[in-house]
């Protein structure tokens, strides 16, 4: 397959916005979803919208660092390939990380809130 650095550009972003909105998004609301109690459906809807709202923003850049010419070697190609979905997944992991910390934060301070409770509770009780 002939194609220019320009095709390879454009052929790879839609592979990444492809797994973005077809896999990652749903794998990542679905499992918010099942880690809240209580409200996890409703707050899977809610994440579901503002990642592919965000996912269509994220800037995308691919440079396999390839020669001028575009005969280049495919072994260099995929090579090239690679390096840019790793740096992606590494990208992406620290942005999942963030909203799970930020999914979780109103639980884990309701947790202490009631701990705080029954603390206070069987402090006055004995």
Do not use: C
Request: net charge positive; glycine share 6%; no cysteine.
């Amino acid at each position: 397959v002939n194609m220019t650095k320009e095709d390879r550009k454009k052929n790879m972003k839609l592979l990444f916005f492809g797994i973005m909105h077809i896999v990652t998004i749903p794998t990542l609301a679905s499992a918010l979803g099942n880690k809240i109690p209580l409200i996890g459906g409703l707050i899977k809807g809610v994440i579901n919208r503002i990642l592919r709202l965000k996912a269509s923003t994220i800037k995308f850049s691919y440079d396999p660092t390839l020669d001028d010419d575009d005969t280049t070697d495919p072994k260099e190609i995929t090579n090239g390939y690679i390096r840019t979905i790793d740096a992606t997944i590494k990208g992406l992991d620290k942005v999942l990380s963030v909203i799970m910390r930020v999914a979780q934060t109103p639980f884990i301070i309701a947790l202490f809130i009631a701990l705080a409770f029954t603390a206070l509770l069987l402090f006055i009780t004995t």
